[in-house]
Every structure is written in C-alpha cells, then in structure tokens.
C-alpha cells in the first residue's frame, strides 16, 4: 500500500485544514516545491496536490505552484491534482505540465458528463474524489452536503472509466482521529477499480490498520497533518506498510 503525502496549497503556501474550513488553515511550508522534494527524499512514489482555493473558486489558483511543483520533481514520481478542475482545458493543461492524474471531485457530481467526457479522452488519467460525510458526498469544498450515496456514485463513476476512486470521510479529515476504515472498506468491496484513503491517518496504528485491509482494494492512503505535525514519521509509515505487504506475499 502506498502512503500518499498531500500538498494542500493555499494562497501559494503549504498548509492543511480542519474538516476542510478555509479559516482552520496552518502554513506548513512557504516554498511547496521544497516540500515535495522533501517528502520525494523520504521516499514517497506519489504526491497529492490539492488547490485549495481552486477548489472553492471553481477554477485554478495555484497553477504556478503547481507547475513548480512538477518542474521539481519531474518524472521522479506521479503527481495527482485537485482542486477547482471544471472543464477539459484546465485538465489538458495540467497534464500537459506534468501532472499524471488529475482529480475532479465537485465538478463530478454537479456535472456527470464532464467526468465521463474525461475519461474518454483522457483515458488512463482521470481519478474521481468523492468527499462524505455519514455516506453522503459533500460537494463545494465541503461546505454541502448532498443526497447522493457515497457507493452507489462510486459505480456509477467506475462505469465511466475512472481510474481510482479517492474517498475522504470529512469528519476524520485533518482531525487525527485515525481513518474511517469500515466505510472504506465497505466503498472497496463494492468498486473493481482501486480505492484510495484519505482523512484522518495520523499513526503506524493508522497505517497498519489499512495496510491490513489491502487486499479488499484499497491501493493507497493519504496523509498529511500528521506527517507535518510529527504524529506519523512519514518513511516509518511507508516502510511499515511495505513491510506488512511483504508478509502476506511471502
């Protein structure tokens, strides 16, 4: 299982949120290509990108960061983005300046047909975040919750072509309260593609617990106030989850 470091930029800084709130920001790092450097050096094979005020501007914020982002770490490993992603030109774009997998979250569930339209033309490329709340997808930063089911969006989606499906609880998020692994397992069992966790690892105890669970479909955690605020030593993390993979490969 990979863990995932994310870089949440905000106004051009690194920062993590509580429960998504814009207000509950911490700046973590003023240079976020450093940052990605840094957590490439403790090992990480892939990074998470969100653009935070993308994402509750409804269009890309954060683009120059970004690109700084992939100029640095170049084709070292898959960087995956979201954040204020609306339409197939900001897609292309950011998969033309090094992004591999680009992330749409509300836009998915405001607009169906722009992620089915993505995933056909940009096949192999097109990850979906779905955000819950009690099994409802929150959209708009989180700041609505909706009526759709969590799963039952989830296989529509997979229909469509999507690569993986990240799935944040929000109450867990930022909160290092440990990840809600019986939902995401539940969402797991019920997808072909892969699932990624995210919201709320915060400890080994976190990783161990879904590195466990692995092989129900969840390829991937997500992490990031732990590892900033020093409750989870990132490369510990990874080690640990190789480690335990190792063990029931042998």
């Not at 997998?101 to 979906?128: E, M, R, W």
């Not at 466990?212 to 990031?224: L, Q």
Request: aromatic share 4%.
């Amino acid at each position: 299982m990979l863990l995932i470091p994310a870089i949440d930029l905000k106004d051009g800084h690194c920062v993590r949120l509580k429960q998504g709130e814009m207000s509950e920001a911490t700046v973590f790092s003023e240079d976020p290509a450093a940052m990605a450097r840094h957590w490439l050096d403790a090992g990480a094979r892939r990074l998470h990108l969100v653009d935070l005020n993308g994402a509750f501007a409804g269009k890309p914020v954060n683009h120059k960061v970004v690109r700084a982002i992939c100029e640095e770490v170049g084709d070292d490993v898959p960087v995956q983005l979201g954040g204020g992603i609306r339409d197939l030109d900001t897609i292309e774009k950011y998969l033309d300046v090094g992004i591999s997998y680009v992330i749409i979250g509300t836009a998915a569930v405001k607009n169906p047909g722009l992620l089915q339209d993505a995933c056909s033309a940009f096949a192999g490329h097109i990850i979906v975040g779905l955000d819950a709340r009690d099994g409802k997808v929150a959209v708009d930063g989180w700041s609505k919750v909706t009526r759709h089911d969590v799963v039952d969006l989830a296989r529509k989606f997979e229909d469509y072509g999507v690569e993986a499906v990240i799935y944040t609880d929000i109450g867990r998020d930022g909160m290092l309260t440990g990840p809600n692994v019986e939902a995401t397992v539940k969402l797991a069992r019920a997808l072909r593609v892969p699932v990624i966790a995210s919201g709320g690892v915060a400890t080994l105890a976190d990783v161990e617990a879904l590195a466990a669970v692995e092989d129900e479909g969840i390829e991937a955690a997500i992490t990031g106030r732990a590892i900033y605020q020093g409750t989870l030593d990132f490369a510990a993390g990874q080690a640990l989850a190789d480690k335990l993979a190792a063990g029931r490969d042998a």
